[in-house]
């Protein structure tokens, strides 16, 4: 061998910087000997040159003749390979020493990154604490992006917490603490890390909410003009999003072609035991029906075989598109009235609508508010909910329902069934309130007035649906403090849909949450035949049970305000003939009352559509407007036996 062609010739040129000349030893060198020393230094020289791609591949050859199961050089090649990047590279690099990323931020940071693109949420939780952990500013911003949609996964807590400790004067992180410890029932650290928040709130500094997730927003204000800076999407300016959608050409048919964009799309979930019927009873003489899903595969394989959702519409599966080439997607049908069932709700893609799927775009059902920064021209809601008050804080226009904006499924939800108290692990001789909301809408205010309403009435039991261990003992911690025993609050696990529906009839009287009210879960209880006490409200959160009342024939179930609520509660505990005769409404109003009437609210939401569609035609911008109610029915939709 040519003394000259040699690895200590090479690496002699390599210490005196001399890459050039050393790269040249060495490529002629690796005809004759490849091993992991002279792949080591090749890859030095080509990045001191500037040649990271080929200084990655380098290392990566390295890596594969290295002895050492998780080789440093299968590292550098997969850091390298993302910092130019190659993806695929990076991430089969990656994945050969992924056991590395539970310690090393690096790699969990190329891992993570490259799952959280691909949409695979459900591979990032081995790298949450040790990115969180990371000194890496990159690496701290990059760790919210981390975040489940699984709100009780411990991982996700863990996250925030450590980042939290270590940067307690970021704002999103302490908004995002408050989350967990809501989700939980922490009260005590709910309230410390609340204190900063109220004090700029008193300050009148709000600049805070534009950090804020809408969704959990709306679990601590009931402040409409509040609501409406809540968020967490990237500003865009909505009025030049909205022109540029408005000049693309469109041709209308002689059918007004709707698409349905959800997660949610499979039986199993709870906007869909709302809204399955309107979908099955859509007039196809005068609409089209497409429905958008980019739902979880793995509920569609559950329901494979057993539900034909064709019978709902068209299905265009935009899961694994982007948003941009969803939204071309939607294009491509030419359809007129793009719906997001979503906005801000888990699993929500509501920025689809930025990249201008439609010439008419509109939210409905899935997030009680103005979905900020999305290009929507209006929203669907009804009186109660949406007020003529409303219109200041919305930048979408309000289409009112003339009854309730929440459709009900009376033909595929199943009928309530009798259930004994014994079944339901309940005291026979005690007047049961109960309470099914998601136990992150139980507030301090909410408990206190509950507390106050079991010391007024000294034979009666709360009933709780549970969430987890944690959230009982926080539960019970605050209860007892206020001097009511452990004995006289109930918890119950959640169980099928079936045995929910039954078992809500073994209670005397629901206890609504606010500012969240319960929104499916008062219709369950409407549908089970339990009475629903509520508090008028000030948002379209805290006004749902109210609309759902109103629209059932039960008005004066709503409270004017939460001393009312109180004392209502107490006088319906010692008072079982009205609630007899509420119970004897309830029945009687469901089969004939507009709630529970799926065909009349489909007619409603298609007139809306058409009215939507006339105004675009005529060049009109749009407007708020109200849908012209149907005569009351004079004979029962349907039957409960």
């Known amino acids: 061998m040519n003394t000259n062609i040699s690895f200590a010739a090479a690496s002699k040129d390599y210490q005196k910087g001399q890459y050039l000349k050393s790269l040249e030893v060495l490529n002629k060198l690796v005809d004759t000997q490849r091993d992991v020393k002279t792949y080591v230094l090749l890859a030095k020289n080509l990045l001191k040159l500037g040649f990271k791609a080929e200084a990655a591949s380098a290392y990566a050859l390295a890596g594969e003749l290295d002895t050492v199961a998780e080789s440093p050089y299968t590292r550098e090649a997969a850091l390298l390979y993302f910092a130019v990047g190659d993806e695929e590279q990076a991430l089969l690099q990656a994945l050969r020493i992924m056991s590395l990323a539970r310690s090393d931020a690096d790699v969990a940071y190329v891992l993570a990154s490259i799952h959280l693109k691909r949409g695979r949420k459900d591979l990032l939780s081995p790298y949450?604490?040790?990115?969180?952990?990371?000194?890496?500013?990159?690496?701290?911003?990059?760790?919210?992006?981390l975040l489940s949609d699984d709100i009780l996964d411990i991982t996700n807590e863990t996250l925030v917490g450590n980042l939290f400790k270590r940067f307690p004067d970021i704002m999103p992180l302490r908004l995002l603490k408050l989350v967990f410890s809501r989700e939980v029932c922490d009260f005590d650290v709910a309230a410390k890390e609340f204190m900063p928040i109220r004090r700029l709130l008193d300050d009148g500094n709000l600049s805070f909410l534009g950090r804020d997730n809408p969704f959990y927003h709306l679990h601590w204000c009931e402040d409409e003009k509040l609501n409406a800076l809540a968020s967490h999407n990237p500003v865009i300016q909505l009025k030049e999003a909205a022109e540029r959608r408005k000049a693309v050409p469109h041709a209308w048919g002689d059918k007004i072609r709707i698409g349905y964009l959800s997660s949610d799309l499979w039986a199993g979930h709870a906007t869909m035991k709302l809204l399955r019927r309107v979908l099955e009873l859509h007039d196809r003489n005068k609409f089209e029906i497409t429905l958008f899903c980019h739902t979880d595969e793995k509920y569609l394989e559950y329901e494979a075989g057993k539900i034909d959702r064709s019978i709902w519409g068209d299905v265009c599966i935009v899961r694994d598109m982007d948003d941009e080439t969803a939204a071309r997607a939607i294009r491509?049908?030419?359809?007129?009235?793009?719906?997001?069932?979503?906005?801000?709700?888990?699993?929500?893609?509501?920025?689809?609508?930025?990249?201008?799927?439609?010439?008419?775009?509109?939210?409905?059902?899935?997030?009680?508010?103005?979905?900020?920064?999305?290009?929507?021209?209006?929203?669907?809601?009804?009186?109660?909910?949406?007020?003529?008050?409303?219109?200041?804080n919305y930048h979408e226009k309000l289409v009112r329902m003339p009854d309730s904006y929440q459709p009900n499924d009376s033909e595929n939800r199943p009928k309530p069934k009798p259930m004994s108290r014994a079944q339901a692990g309940l005291p026979e001789d005690a007047f049961v309130f109960a309470s099914f909301n998601a136990n992150r809408k139980i507030n301090t205010e909410v408990l206190d007035i509950w507390c106050r309403i079991l010391k007024r009435t000294p034979n009666s039991v709360l009933w709780l649906m549970l969430s987890s261990p944690r959230t009982q003992t926080n539960l019970l911690n605050y209860i007892n403090k206020q001097g009511i025993s452990s004995e006289r609050i109930i918890f119950c696990p959640r169980v099928s849909y079936e045995e929910h529906i039954d078992r809500q009839q073994a209670a005397d009287l629901g206890l609504d949450t606010f500012p969240v009210n319960g929104h499916t879960t008062t219709s369950e209880q409407l549908w089970g035949g339990l009475p629903v006490l509520t508090v008028k409200g000030t948002n379209f959160a805290s006004r749902v049970s109210e609309s759902l009342l109103n629209t059932i024939g039960l008005p004066e179930l709503v409270a004017l305000d939460k001393p009312a609520y109180e004392d209502m509660a107490v006088e319906l505990a010692t008072n079982p003939a009205r609630l007899v005769e509420y119970r004897q409404r309830i029945r009687e109003n469901a089969v004939i009352k507009p709630l529970f009437d799926a065909d009349r609210f489909r007619l409603h939401l298609e007139k809306a559509y058409e009215m939507m569609i006339e105004r675009a035609k005529l060049g009109q911008e749009p407007d708020h407007f109200d849908v012209p109610p149907l005569p009351a029915r004079t004979e029962p939709f349907f039957s409960f036996e």
């Open 128 to 145: 949450r604490k040790v990115i969180s952990e990371s000194s890496n500013p990159e690496h701290v911003r990059f760790a919210v992006h």
């Open 332 to 392: 491509e049908r030419n359809i007129d009235i793009l719906v997001d069932l979503k906005g801000h709700t888990f699993g929500g893609r509501s920025r689809i609508l930025n990249y201008g799927g439609a010439p008419i775009q509109a939210a409905w059902l899935g997030f009680p508010g103005s979905v900020n920064d999305v290009d929507l021209d209006y929203a669907i809601g009804d009186r109660f909910v949406l007020p003529a008050s409303s219109e200041a």
